[in-house]
Structures are given as structure tokens and as C-alpha cells.
């Protein structure tokens, strides 16, 4: 009896291992069979619709557009670069030409004033020549009128430029004084003289002209 509790107990100790159903699989309706993935992908994009569909040729008509405008707009920098290269270097071809143009000019034009200079230099030293005369020459010419006449001393000559004189000499009497007067009036080379004074002293007689020589007897040749 003692065996058949104690086997009583062992029982009732040892848990049971819970009983599995099994499960029942459903057959899936055909609507909703799972699709092959071999045969055909699964599209998870929405279709677009027709709006979307006209942004969308929109955008790629506005994107061709940009590079079409873009390619001009590079075709056009490209042409301007290159005309401004061009005119550059033409200009630069004509900034060099009107320089050397320039430079020949000037030279002519330095050649032109060194000649104007020479010219000018050569009227004014005629010019010159032409108003000067010898001062030697008319105190010989006086000095050898008053040897003619005799026993005259020539004092002081004074002689400005335009041929005016002033004739300061003493003699021994008013007779010697009267052949100068008139021998230097009626002289060719004296176109005017004047009696400016005649003073009579002891010993001897002073006296002073005044008058014009002819500029063409005296001047330079």
C-alpha cells in the first residue's frame, strides 16, 4: 500500500508537457495569392497622374531649354572674348603704326624748326648788317674833311643809330670854322647839319655840329 502512494505521489509530481494543436492553414483566396517574385517585381512608386505627368515634360522641357540657352550664352562669351582679342590686337597694330607716324613727324617737325631758327637767325643777322655801320669809318670821313680844310682838331664824335652825330672840334679862327660849315653841308654822305655853337677865345675857336649821315654811304654792304 505504501508502494502504491508513494507511486501516487511521484505521479502527481512529474508536470505534463502541454499538448501542441496543430494549426490549420487557410488557403488564401486567389485575389490575394502571393504574387511569383520571379515572374514580376513589385511596383511600390505610385502611377503618376496626367497633371503630374505635364510638370513632369514641363521640367524636362524647361531643363533642355537651360542647356540650349546655356550653350548660347557660351557661344556668345566665347565670340565676344574673341572679337575683343582681335580688335585688341588691332589696335594695338594701330597704336604702333601711329606712333612711328608721330615719330617721323616730330623729327620733320624738329628738322622744320632748326630751319625756321637758321632762317630766322640769317634775316635778323641781314637786318643787322644792314642797320650797322662803322663808327671808325665816319670819324675818318670827319677827320679827313677837317684835314682838307686845315689846322682842324677833332674833339669828341658822337654817333647814335640812326646816323645822327654831334661834331665837337676847335681851329684858330671863325674863317676855318666857316669852310667846315660849308664843306660838311654840301657833302654827299651828310643829308642835314646844324650849327649848334661857335665860341671864339684867345688861342683858339670852338665849335659844335649837329646833322644826319646818309644811312645808304655808311651802312654795312
Same mark, same amino acid.
Do not use: C
Given at each position: !500500500?505504501?508502494?502504491?502512494?508513494?507511486?501516487?505521489?511521484?505521479?502527481?509530481?512529474?508536470?505534463?508537457?502541454?499538448?501542441?494543436?496543430?494549426?490549420?492553414?487557410?488557403?488564401?483566396?486567389?485575389?490575394?495569392?502571393?504574387?511569383?517574385?520571379?515572374?514580376?517585381?513589385?511596383?511600390?512608386?505610385?502611377?503618376?497622374?496626367?497633371?503630374?505627368?505635364?510638370?513632369?515634360?514641363?521640367?524636362?522641357?524647361?531643363?533642355?531649354?537651360?542647356?540650349?540657352?546655356?550653350?548660347?550664352?557660351?557661344?556668345?562669351?566665347?565670340?565676344?572674348? %574673341?572679337? $575683343?582679342?582681335?580688335?585688341?590686337?588691332?589696335?594695338?597694330?594701330?597704336?604702333?603704326?601711329?606712333?612711328?607716324?608721330?615719330?617721323?613727324? $616730330?623729327?620733320?617737325?624738329?628738322?622744320?624748326?632748326?630751319?625756321?631758327?637758321?632762317?630766322?637767325?640769317?634775316?635778323?643777322?641781314?637786318?643787322?648788317?644792314?642797320?650797322?655801320?662803322?663808327?671808325?669809318?665816319?670819324?675818318?670821313?670827319?677827320?679827313?674833311?677837317?684835314?682838307?680844310?686845315?689846322?682842324?682838331?677833332?674833339?669828341?664824335? !658822337?654817333?647814335?643809330?640812326?646816323?645822327?652825330?654831334?661834331?665837337? %672840334?676847335?681851329?684858330?679862327?671863325?674863317?676855318?670854322?666857316?669852310?667846315?660849315?660849308?664843306?660838311?653841308?654840301?657833302?654827299?654822305?651828310?643829308?642835314?647839319?646844324?650849327?649848334?655853337?661857335?665860341?671864339?677865345?684867345?688861342?683858339?675857336?670852338?665849335?659844335?655840329?649837329? %646833322?644826319?649821315?646818309?644811312?645808304?654811304?655808311?651802312?654795312?654792304?
Amino acid at each position: !500500500m505504501n508502494n502504491i502512494e508513494n507511486q501516487t505521489q511521484n505521479t502527481q509530481a512529474v508536470p505534463q508537457d502541454p499538448v501542441v494543436q496543430p494549426q490549420v492553414v487557410k488557403p488564401l483566396p486567389k485575389e490575394n495569392a502571393p504574387v511569383n517574385p520571379i515572374e514580376e517585381g513589385l511596383n511600390l512608386i505610385p502611377s503618376m497622374t496626367e497633371e503630374e505627368k505635364v510638370v513632369e515634360k514641363t521640367k524636362s522641357t524647361v531643363s533642355i531649354g537651360s542647356v540650349l540657352s546655356f550653350i548660347v550664352l557660351v557661344g556668345i562669351i566665347i565670340v565676344v572674348v %574673341g572679337f $575683343n582679342i582681335v580688335t585688341k590686337q588691332i589696335l594695338n597694330g594701330k597704336k604702333d603704326n601711329l606712333y612711328a607716324i608721330e615719330k617721323r613727324v $616730330n623729327q620733320q617737325a624738329d628738322k622744320i624748326i632748326s630751319n625756321d631758327a637758321i632762317v630766322d637767325r640769317a634775316v635778323l643777322y641781314a637786318k643787322v648788317k644792314e642797320g650797322a655801320f662803322s663808327h671808325k669809318a665816319i670819324i675818318d670821313f670827319l677827320t679827313q674833311i677837317g684835314s682838307k680844310i686845315g689846322n682842324i682838331q677833332v674833339r669828341r664824335v !658822337m654817333i647814335s643809330e640812326d646816323l645822327s652825330f654831334s661834331y665837337v %672840334g676847335y681851329t684858330t679862327d671863325l674863317e676855318t670854322v666857316s669852310k667846315l660849315w660849308y664843306t660838311l653841308g654840301t657833302d654827299e654822305n651828310i643829308d642835314n647839319i646844324n650849327l649848334q655853337s661857335v665860341a671864339k677865345g684867345e688861342n683858339q675857336v670852338t665849335f659844335s655840329f649837329e %646833322g644826319v649821315l646818309n644811312n645808304k654811304n655808311f651802312s654795312n654792304k
